[in-house]
């Protein structure tokens, strides 16, 4: 379940995204938005790890557009 709190956000990955993984805003570099196989994917660079975030497992583009908003917000990044 992708989760984000104060200083972090924690995103699902693995087989059935079964694993999570935390990424401290702080340590966010850079956000790209790519599209792959026809669907819109937020990439997370962080650091040392990065993380993906698929447009299609948000309900829908309205709550899309608002986390990567969130999160360019929080990783103090120039809006794209």
């Known amino acids: 379940m992708l989760e ?3 200083d972090s956000i924690v995103l699902p990955y693995g087989f059935f995204h079964r694993k999570s ?11 790209t938005e790519e599209k792959r196989y026809g669907q819109t994917v937020l990439i997370i660079h962080a650091s040392t790890d990065y993380g993906k975030i ?8 309205e709550t899309y557009t608002a ?11 120039p809006m794209k």
């Open 67 to 77: 986390v990567k908003n969130f999160l360019f917000t929080k990783a103090n990044l």
């Open 54 to 61: 698929a447009a299609s497992l948000l309900s829908d583009t």
């Open 21 to 31: 993984k935390h990424i401290g805003y702080a340590n966010i570099r850079a956000i």
């Open 4 to 6: 984000l709190s104060s």
